[in-house]
């Protein structure tokens, strides 16, 4: 017996116990013992289970096996006799022998002379990839990495030809690959990834095609293709390999797109999809000198994709060099609606379609010159041989990210939109047309080493799309811009506000992980991550420390993608440009070194809290690491803004010094004086005061006139802050649900937008909390009253004619907020709206687009007869708009017919779903996070129906999505012991497959979030419940009215 190979996953557990997971490939080189037991050495580890496989693929087969730790052997005896094993052994073991195999010590941290623990693997002898082991020091960039290697060390793919034909749902195809060899490894096995292809022939000529012969050996081994030539000795191979693909509908790799009748066929390679395609080696480091396609009757009258066809071809496309992940291609029949930007730049729609074109135009045509400005680099000379256009598809049934050159595939509500549009929409569109068009720059013409550093791209891509939205969505001198959206706003609420929230985690991911990864979930967890709101937060910050007057991160994208055009880029790359810039007279002198400012927050999860405390005559200032959970102590050196009450300005957010460890400032205040720091809440970290601080804060945000003093990113950044801290337990909630009560004064989208986002945490988690008879089920409910006063009172729950976008925004917001914990006003608007006066029974098409999603939802809820989902779904055939579409369907999980909501989600696995790919997983979400009943029938729905939703979601990727959605809804004991069951079960049980470790992570949040629940809950009801009077009355009279025109109107 031989093992070919071991690949060991180790977790640590606590801080005596860790688990492991070893994938070992096994060779049975003497036939003679073919059929007798397979034998490992162990030594004090505990076997939970094992499963096989032969010949490669997913082991799934379950064997015999017997632990003998009195001899030291782990003895196997599988089911079926073979030559090739895979071996996946699940085990636990302990931590407690200091200096032996993997064990925990402790060292000194030299500067909080506290204990680090560190983890220790003894005499490494075997490949082991470490994960969950957070980076608790900065770490060298050129240590070794612990993990795999890139498929086959010593071997490229010099060109690869693909020719990829047609016949129904199955692709053909054939690959012609220029293999090269070093001489160290002339004699290896050739390996190629490959996933889900099945491999008809392989062929092999020594240097040209001329000498083909059939391949000594050709297997699959755990998704990759070994190849052994017949002759064994060369250096150069020319590798013919036949193989056919099955058409999904996923969005990734080759897939077939579906309407109804309309279809079409796209190819996105990103990040490692290549493997889906044709067999590869498509790290992203790895370059090839020519990639070309060609497509054969796929059925189409239109085939675009990255560069120009060949000379007398329709078939055919001209090579490209670079990773293999970069080519994209769409396949079609759609309308050529317009051309945003004349003979640059086309927009492609469903036959069918119009009227909904306009706005995606025009912002297109916007953004396409703003980044040929931004990047300086006109897209139509990025690459030679490129299709020089730009082709924008609106795609009806996938939502993925796009990295193709030349094309630009989004999901039709998030480009499509009709004149008469929700704010909502149109917000989530212009920042989806940005980032997608940002990515044929940041994404095509540089690309990450490895997927590690795709913070790099994500982060400079969106950063751009931010910039260039802003400046679309800014009116001109002297105008109002009332249908505008402040970018600026939605950037600090949705990017850093966000990204803080998740990053507080004990499971959160630094930005830049501490060794390669090549693994297809660490990938997927790690670029589809956190990492997409933190990289843009941070190099807005990283922006503001380095040059007033400069925007050096845009001047160090330029210098990249000129430097680096088609190459490969790293953290040291952006590092270097940054500092490039900062030291070349433009930088502030804030900092020394860019690398020694941003590598505390790139390597390291988490973020800083600084404290600021009163002293006589100034403030000392403190900084600590933050998180949910303690987490070890680091040092960053944090930009500082400030400004007071007696010299307010709330529009200097450059930061005036650093804090590298603590400081006093010499700021001394007068009585009642309040101090604020990060203006408008642009840096990335949070902020406490002393017990004192807190009040003199609270009372400028009670009183009206000086609240108004405040910014609204302030006022929306001391709600989001105070909110968080009292949920890690750095504040009491007296102080934190005191800020919250101040909102009954506010109509400002970023104060309710951090409201709402902190509340319903609370609210969920107080539902079940309240079911008994000695609780007010209504608690929470008597906060709302108390709070959205004064936004009823100036913006209301009905539009009065022409209004701000950020107000429509609001309205849309709290509505939905108010309407889901039963506020009666909210919910008598929704009655009386719902119907069409002049057709009785259906639905009123004049209810205004901002808040159809609270009228819907609220009636669907209150349906008892069946009557408003059936006047919904007749809604839903008369509708163009597929975001409308949406909209309804995530009302009809707002349902409490159990019945209902079951067959509901059934419907998104059935083979004859009604709903597309990427409305099954919203629909999923909807009802996830609809109600607590909702919420336990979606938990029970995914742990029976993993598979189901794996291959009917859009894959792993789509899979992952949905269990950290059922992450934030599961809200008591209950659910969450069904979930860590779930998780903790043998995979033929729990069919997780490859996705466990995301499951894993969404548990600690889960764990996390109960421990909350259970130290908090009772404090925050016997507040509210002691807290909510002042401002009854004014809520019972809109009460009131509100019930009596609902009357009146249903009469």
Known sequence: MVVDRYIIEIRPVCESTFEGTATIHVSITNKTTIGDP????????????????????????????????????????????????????????????????????????EETFEDVDILSVHDETIEEKITDVQNITNRNENRNDIGLNNVRPGQSVFTYNIELTREDGIIHGKAILDVRLTDQTIGNLMKFNVEGLQINNVQVGVVTIDNLQDAALAFVNNNVLEVRPQQAQAATYIVVIEYTITLGDDGAGIFLGQLDDDEYIAMNLHPNNARRVFPCMDEPNLLTTGLSFTFNDMGFDTILSNTQLVPDST?????????????????????????????????????????????????????????????????????????????????????????????????????????????????????????????????????PENWRDQWVIAGLGSYAAYEIAKEFQTPPDNEEGV??????????????????????????????????????????????????????????????????????????AQGLLRSRSSQSVTTRNLYDGLNS???????????????????????????????????????????????????????????????????????????RQMLETNLLLDVPLEDDEWIIFNIQG????????????????????????????????????????????????????????????????????????????????????????????????????????????????????????????????????????????????????????????????????????????????????????????????????????????????????????????????????????????????KIFAAVASSSFENSRRALQFLTRQTEAIRNMYGGPEKLEEVIFIMAENIIDGGQATDFINWVNSQNSISNLDDSMLAAQRARDRINENIAWANNNLEDIYEWIDMNDASTVFVSTTSLCLAMIIALYNQQ
């Open 682 to 921: 642009q840096g990335y970290y949070r902020v406490n005061y002393d017990h004192g601080l807190w009040e003199r804060l609270i009372g400028a945000l009670s009183d009206e006139e000086s609240r108004e003093e405040i910014h609204p990113l302030n006022r929306a950044t001391l709600l989001d802050d105070s909110l968080i801290l009292a949920r890690a337990g750095r504040i009491d909630y007296d102080i934190a649900l005191e800020i919250a009560l101040t909102t009954e004064l506010e109509t400002e989208y970023a104060v309710w937008k951090a409201f709402v986002r902190n509340m319903e945490f609370i609210r969920k988690r107080l539902v079940p909390f309240v079911d008994n008879d000695e609780h007010d089920e209504n608690i929470y409910l008597r906060m709302i009253r108390r709070t959205i006063v004064t936004m009823e009172e100036e913006i209301g729950f009905e539009p009065d004619g022409v209004e701000p976008a950020m107000v429509s925004l609001t309205r849309g917001l709290v509505m939905e907020h108010a309407c889901k914990v039963g506020y009666e006003p909210c919910i008598a608007v929704a009655v009386d709206m719902f119907y069409d006066p002049d057709n009785e029974g259906e639905v009123n098409p004049n209810i205004p687009p901002e808040i159809r999603p609270a009228v819907y939802c609220t009636m669907v809820r209150e349906d008892d007869d069946d009557d408003v989902v059936q006047a919904l779904r007749r809604h839903l055939d008369e509708l163009q708009s597929r975001y409308e579409r949406l909209v309804i369907l995530e009302s009809l999980a707002c349902s409490e017919d159990a019945a209902f909501i079951q067959a509901l989600l059934s419907e998104t696995v059935s083979d004859d779903s009604p709903y597309v790919v990427e409305e099954r997983s």
């Open 315 to 447: 078939t055919t496309f001209r090579p490209l060099q670079g990773p293999v992940h970069r080519w994209a291609m769409v396949a079609h029949n759609m309308n050529n609606i317009i051309n945003p930007v004349a003979n640059m730049v086309s927009l492609y729609v469903r036959r069918g379609i119009t009227n909904q074109e306009t706005q995606a135009s025009v912002a297109i045509n916007e953004y396409y010159n703003a980044l040929n400005t931004w990047t300086a680099l006109n897209h139509s000379q990025i690459a030679m041989d490129q299709n020089s256009a730009l082709h924008v598809v609106a795609v009806p049934d996938v939502a993925r990210d796009w990295y193709g050159l030349s094309t630009l595939c989004i999901w039709e509500p998030y480009i499509l939109m009709e004149n008469n549009n929700a704010v909502k929409q149109r917000k989530t569109a212009l920042v989806t047309i940005a980032e997608g068009m940002a990515r044929q720059w940041f994404g095509w013409v540089i690309f």
């Open 38 to 109: 397979i034998v490992f050495q162990i030594d004090d580890l505990t076997i939970e289970s094992i499963r096989f496989s032969v010949a490669g693929g997913i082991p799934n087969l379950r064997p015999r096996f017997y632990p003998e730790p009195d001899d030291g052997v782990l003895i196997i005896i599988p089911s079926i006799n073979a030559t090739l094993y895979t071996f996946r052994i699940e085990y636990t073991g302990l931590l407690d022998v200091v200096g032996n195999g993997i064990y925990r010590g402790e060292n000194i941290d």
């Open 483 to 556: 249908s505008l959206i402040d970018m600026n706003t939605i950037f600090t609420t949705d990017v850093i506000q966000e990204s803080l929230l998740y990053d507080s985690y004990q499971s959160a991911q630094p930005l830049r992980l501490g060794n390669n990864i090549y693994d297809d979930n660490l990938i997927r967890l790690h670029t589809l991550g956190l990492l997409k709101m933190k990289a843009p937060a941070l190099l807005r910050m990283t922006r503001l420390v380095l040059s007033r007057q400069t925007d050096l991160v845009q001047s160090a």
């Open 581 to 655: 810039g900062y030291g070349g007279g433009a930088g502030s002198g804030l900092i020394g070194s860019v690398e020694d400012f941003l590598r505390p927050w790139v390597e390291n999860s988490g973020y800083p809290l600084i404290t600021v405390e009163l002293r006589q005559g100034g403030l000392n200032i403190i900084q600590r690491r933050f998180g949910f959970t303690a987490i070890p102590e680091i040092n960053y050196n944090i930009p500082l803004t400030f400004t007071t009450s007696s010299n307010p300005h709330f529009d200097d957010v450059f930061p």
